[in-house]
């Protein structure tokens, strides 16, 4: 008796989020190898340095905004349900927002997806940021719209079976995982605003032909509003799983209950304030806006840092129990056999090696040094690309027999793929960093140029041209394994009725959590005035001088 | 509520790091002089127009005793100065940057260097460098700007004080 | 609430529950768990950005030569 057999329509609905995210995962991934060939000239027979960008397009969108939020919505609809002890309040309304999420991506994908086909009229050749006057077919951004509003519905979903389970529960602490589910969506609230004005007042208006003209800056300052907020839409489900999985996985239990709900209230308040920290090099952020970024930015570090310390002690508390010892040897007690934990544990590993350079990339002067080059793809690679990825592949080996009740096919696989990851992407992303370091731009179908020659800091050009090439290869290589485990599971795994799917409560529990930090309203509030007093003054000034103006023409993609 | 002793620790460790990296980046924006783009305060142009402003004569200006401008249109796909025909420009002097395009974004990158900025139509970007020796960099646009964007590139060429003469600099009077 | 759904853990019937998975070989309630492990890596951490940070800053970034200075 497990979760598809206590809650078949959640269990259902979960399934279907993660069948729509994993075929995002499959093209965008094939896309990113694809891409890691053609840029590094190993092999540029597959596209066009052209449709390199329209590629480039649907590698970012479908794992950056698809993958991610379905995703997230597949997990947090089980943590939810199965927290709350109850279905969701109506299914049609669930449903109806998996299927807003669905045409809107398939809209979306389309629009891209028409750029590769020969004289097609059809395409949005635009990027994961879609800077405007480059304009896409106006299906990409009502698709991306649809995606975007569907999480709302989606969220709201979750916080329906909130307030029914806190009618019948009026004097309890949030259950933990949807006490991390709804802080994630109050943040997601208040942080999409940005790319939802953006969207319906500017781009849909403009790419249909209602406006000639359009200033960029506006724009670009709305999408990044919500675009350093997102990284934490993709992350705090990561989190989520560090919190409330991992500890069991490593054998043992949570040590703070607390410090979990201190840390999603940390990420509500400053995830959305401090979005100039993609704008240090431009020109119309004042440099006051981007001296409170750079302040607001290494305090956001802090919440980061402390879930370092509460995850780990969790899982050396499971190691402990496991018979582990000493100051460091304690590591080798963790089940490093284990599929799911060996995703889990190595995705933080690199984790830690991808918030050093987010720090360089935050801490604005030094910025300069590799804004826009490929250093910021090797840093994202280990944060979305795999402390965020390769978590929910690895949550998956634990959580789809709870939602099938079948037991995982091929375990030996499931245990290389992780390894494969980890070392596909230390290769590809080091060298992006070092690449970076040289002046290699991000962004491009052909780094090289005639004029002139990159120095390396440290190795050589060539070394690290294969690194990346390599490394991208390997990185496909583990997604086909994850693949292979995850149908194979799917479709032929053991119907088992003795599915492992039992979680610890924590160690310091939610009763030693002080009341105030459940208080939703509180804590919103604060985040909304901390918005307000970072974005109205330069938004206004954008505004005044006109929406549109001073405008440049479009140039279509 | 407990937080354990060692937990408390880690907590004051972070605020300490944290505190030393803005301590740093503070340090090397005041003291190292090492600044971002757009300290002035921003100026906008009308893209549709800018044949009726400076950039309509793309080039270098002398402003003062060793001081330079240089304005720059940054357009699909090249860079005026820069492409075809090397930018050169003075070794020791305090050049600055204004560059603005008529189109679409672009970046501007000095390869190998700090020089990192945002190219907005629009908007002017200014900047002020100075070159404390001769060579060659090569000049990125790293903000994607179409289909031939890894195209487009250009060369600054800096030169000894005494080979910088009046051929490098745009007759503004015209 | 429900963050345990086994049997073998009652929160009311005793103080701590007793965690049965394979590999565990001892039960570490609250009280006698300190993470001295995290402490100790978290400090090698903490090092490792203290020094990485200052040699990216001062030897990679302001050691060349040609910056914005205004």
């Given at each position: 008796m497990t979760f598809v057999d206590r809650y078949p329509n959640a269990a259902r609905v979960a399934k279907a989020n993660l069948i729509v995210a994993f075929a995002a995962l499959g093209i965008g991934g094939l896309f990113g190898t694809v891409q890691a060939l053609h840029r590094t000239d190993v092999f540029r027979g597959f596209i066009t340095s052209v449709q390199y960008y329209d590629v480039l397009t649907g590698h970012g969108v479908l794992l950056a905004l698809v993958f991610t939020t379905f995703f997230l919505a597949g997990i947090y609809t089980w943590g939810v349900t199965r927290t709350l002890e109850r279905e969701p309040e109506n299914l049609t309304f669930t449903w109806s927002w998996f299927w807003m999420m669905t045409i809107g991506t398939v809209m979306a994908a389309v629009a891209i997806l028409g750029g590769l086909v020969p004289g097609s009229s059809i395409s949005a050749a635009v990027l994961y940021t879609f800077y405007p006057p480059l304009q896409g077919h106006p299906l990409f951004y009502i698709g991306a719209t649809l995606l975007v509003v569907g999480s709302w519905l989606a969220g709201w979903d979750w916080f329906k079976s909130y307030w029914s389970w806190r009618a019948e529960h009026p004097d309890e602490s949030i259950p933990l995982q949807t006490y991390m589910t709804l802080f994630t969506m109050l943040m997601w609230y208040l942080s999409s605003i940005g790319i939802a004005l953006e969207m319906v007042v500017l781009l849909i208006p403009w790419s249909l032909g209602?406006?000639?003209?359009?200033?960029p800056i506006l724009p670009r300052t709305l999408f990044w509003y919500t675009g350093h907020a997102i990284v934490y839409f993709w992350l705090l489900p990561a989190y989520f799983v560090w919190y409330s999985i991992l500890p069991k996985l490593s054998g043992g239990r949570l040590f703070s209950d607390a410090l979990t709900r201190i840390v999603f209230i940390f990420f509500l308040l400053l995830s959305t304030p401090i979005g100039f920290h993609h704008q240090y090099a431009d020109p119309e952020i004042a440099i006051g806006y981007k001296m409170w970024a750079v302040v607001a930015t290494l305090f956001i570090v802090l919440p980061s840092l402390i879930t370092a310390f509460t995850v780990i002690s969790s899982m050396e508390h499971g190691a402990r129990q496991r018979g582990g010892s000493g100051y460091f040897s304690w590591m080798g007690a963790l089940p490093w056999n284990r599929p799911a934990f060996v995703g889990c544990a190595l995705a933080g590993i690199m984790f830690a090696a991808g918030g050093f350079s987010g720090i360089i990339n935050a801490s604005l002067n030094i910025d300069m040094l590799i804004h826009n080059t490929i250093w910021v793809p090797g840093h994202f690679h280990l944060t979305v690309?795999?402390?965020v990825a390769l978590t929910f592949m690895a949550v998956t080996y634990w959580l789809l027999p709870q939602l099938t009740g079948r037991e995982l096919k091929y375990n030996k696989m499931a245990l290389a793929q992780p390894y494969t990851w980890f070392i596909g992407m230390t290769l590809m992303s080091n060298a992006m960093h070092r690449e970076g370091l040289a002046?290699?731009?991000?962004?491009?179908?052909?780094?090289?140029?005639?004029?002139f020659a990159y120095e390396a800091p440290f190795g050589t050009m060539a070394e690290m041209k294969w690194q990346i090439a390599i490394g991208g290869v390997i990185l496909f290589v583990s997604l086909v394994m994850f693949f292979v485990v995850i149908v194979a599971s799917w479709r032929n795994g053991e119907k088992s009725g003795t599915i492992d799917d039992y979680l610890p409560p924590a160690l310091s529990g939610p009763e030693q959590s002080p009341k105030i930090l459940d208080n939703m309203k509180l804590w919103m509030g604060i985040a909304i005035l901390l918005c307000i007093l970072a974005y109205t003054l330069p938004l206004a000034e954008m505004v005044m001088?006109?929406?549109?103006?001073p405008g440049a023409p479009p140039s279509p993609v | 509520m407990h937080i354990h002793r060692f937990e408390k620790i880690w907590i004051g460790l972070s605020l300490f790091l944290i505190a030393c990296f803005i301590g740093i980046v503070m340090y090397g924006f005041?003291?190292?002089?090492?600044k971002v783009p757009g300290i002035e305060e921003s100026e906008t142009v009308d893209p549709l127009t800018l044949h009726e402003t400076e950039f309509a004569m793309p080039g270098t200006r002398q402003v003062g005793d060793n001081k330079y401008e240089v304005y720059m249109v940054a357009r699909q796909f090249l860079f005026m100065p820069g492409t075809g025909q090397p930018l050169v420009l003075p070794e020791g002097a305090e050049v600055k940057f204004h560059v603005t395009s008529p189109d679409v974004l672009h970046g501007l990158h000095l390869a190998g260097t700090n020089v990192n900025v945002t190219v907005v139509p629009g908007q002017v970007s200014k900047f002020t460098t100075r070159f404390s020796e001769p060579g060659e960099y090569g000049m990125i646009c790293h903000e994607y700007c179409g289909p031939a964007h890894h195209t487009m590139e250009g060369l600054i060429k800096v030169v000894p004080k005494s080979e910088f003469d009046s051929q490098y600099l745009v007759d503004a009077s015209r | 609430m429900s963050d345990s759904a086994s049997p073998a853990s009652d929160p009311h019937a005793s103080d701590e529950p007793v965690m049965e998975q394979e590999g565990i070989v001892e039960n570490i309630s609250l009280d006698d768990f300190n993470p001295t492990g995290t402490l100790a890596v978290a400090g090698m951490y903490f090092l490792l950005l203290l020094v990485l940070y200052v040699l990216l800053y001062f030897v990679e970034f302001a050691g060349r030569d040609v910056n914005i200075i205004g």
């Amino acid at each position: 008796m497990t979760f598809v057999d206590r809650y078949p329509n959640a269990a259902r609905v979960a399934k279907a989020n993660l069948i729509v995210a994993f075929a995002a995962l499959g093209i965008g991934g094939l896309f990113g190898t694809v891409q890691a060939l053609h840029r590094t000239d190993v092999f540029r027979g597959f596209i066009t340095s052209v449709q390199y960008y329209d590629v480039l397009t649907g590698h970012g969108v479908l794992l950056a905004l698809v993958f991610t939020t379905f995703f997230l919505a597949g997990i947090y609809t089980w943590g939810v349900t199965r927290t709350l002890e109850r279905e969701p309040e109506n299914l049609t309304f669930t449903w109806s927002w998996f299927w807003m999420m669905t045409i809107g991506t398939v809209m979306a994908a389309v629009a891209i997806l028409g750029g590769l086909v020969p004289g097609s009229s059809i395409s949005a050749a635009v990027l994961y940021t879609f800077y405007p006057p480059l304009q896409g077919h106006p299906l990409f951004y009502i698709g991306a719209t649809l995606l975007v509003v569907g999480s709302w519905l989606a969220g709201w979903d979750w916080f329906k079976s909130y307030w029914s389970w806190r009618a019948e529960h009026p004097d309890e602490s949030i259950p933990l995982q949807t006490y991390m589910t709804l802080f994630t969506m109050l943040m997601w609230y208040l942080s999409s605003i940005g790319i939802a004005l953006e969207m319906v007042v500017l781009l849909i208006p403009w790419s249909l032909g209602f406006v000639q003209n359009i200033d960029p800056i506006l724009p670009r300052t709305l999408f990044w509003y919500t675009g350093h907020a997102i990284v934490y839409f993709w992350l705090l489900p990561a989190y989520f799983v560090w919190y409330s999985i991992l500890p069991k996985l490593s054998g043992g239990r949570l040590f703070s209950d607390a410090l979990t709900r201190i840390v999603f209230i940390f990420f509500l308040l400053l995830s959305t304030p401090i979005g100039f920290h993609h704008q240090y090099a431009d020109p119309e952020i004042a440099i006051g806006y981007k001296m409170w970024a750079v302040v607001a930015t290494l305090f956001i570090v802090l919440p980061s840092l402390i879930t370092a310390f509460t995850v780990i002690s969790s899982m050396e508390h499971g190691a402990r129990q496991r018979g582990g010892s000493g100051y460091f040897s304690w590591m080798g007690a963790l089940p490093w056999n284990r599929p799911a934990f060996v995703g889990c544990a190595l995705a933080g590993i690199m984790f830690a090696a991808g918030g050093f350079s987010g720090i360089i990339n935050a801490s604005l002067n030094i910025d300069m040094l590799i804004h826009n080059t490929i250093w910021v793809p090797g840093h994202f690679h280990l944060t979305v690309g795999t402390a965020v990825a390769l978590t929910f592949m690895a949550v998956t080996y634990w959580l789809l027999p709870q939602l099938t009740g079948r037991e995982l096919k091929y375990n030996k696989m499931a245990l290389a793929q992780p390894y494969t990851w980890f070392i596909g992407m230390t290769l590809m992303s080091n060298a992006m960093h070092r690449e970076g370091l040289a002046g290699v731009p991000r962004r491009t179908a052909e780094p090289e140029y005639t004029g002139f020659a990159y120095e390396a800091p440290f190795g050589t050009m060539a070394e690290m041209k294969w690194q990346i090439a390599i490394g991208g290869v390997i990185l496909f290589v583990s997604l086909v394994m994850f693949f292979v485990v995850i149908v194979a599971s799917w479709r032929n795994g053991e119907k088992s009725g003795t599915i492992d799917d039992y979680l610890p409560p924590a160690l310091s529990g939610p009763e030693q959590s002080p009341k105030i930090l459940d208080n939703m309203k509180l804590w919103m509030g604060i985040a909304i005035l901390l918005c307000i007093l970072a974005y109205t003054l330069p938004l206004a000034e954008m505004v005044m001088d006109g929406l549109f103006y001073p405008g440049a023409p479009p140039s279509p993609v | 509520m407990h937080i354990h002793r060692f937990e408390k620790i880690w907590i004051g460790l972070s605020l300490f790091l944290i505190a030393c990296f803005i301590g740093i980046v503070m340090y090397g924006f005041a003291v190292l002089d090492l600044k971002v783009p757009g300290i002035e305060e921003s100026e906008t142009v009308d893209p549709l127009t800018l044949h009726e402003t400076e950039f309509a004569m793309p080039g270098t200006r002398q402003v003062g005793d060793n001081k330079y401008e240089v304005y720059m249109v940054a357009r699909q796909f090249l860079f005026m100065p820069g492409t075809g025909q090397p930018l050169v420009l003075p070794e020791g002097a305090e050049v600055k940057f204004h560059v603005t395009s008529p189109d679409v974004l672009h970046g501007l990158h000095l390869a190998g260097t700090n020089v990192n900025v945002t190219v907005v139509p629009g908007q002017v970007s200014k900047f002020t460098t100075r070159f404390s020796e001769p060579g060659e960099y090569g000049m990125i646009c790293h903000e994607y700007c179409g289909p031939a964007h890894h195209t487009m590139e250009g060369l600054i060429k800096v030169v000894p004080k005494s080979e910088f003469d009046s051929q490098y600099l745009v007759d503004a009077s015209r | 609430m429900s963050d345990s759904a086994s049997p073998a853990s009652d929160p009311h019937a005793s103080d701590e529950p007793v965690m049965e998975q394979e590999g565990i070989v001892e039960n570490i309630s609250l009280d006698d768990f300190n993470p001295t492990g995290t402490l100790a890596v978290a400090g090698m951490y903490f090092l490792l950005l203290l020094v990485l940070y200052v040699l990216l800053y001062f030897v990679e970034f302001a050691g060349r030569d040609v910056n914005i200075i205004g």
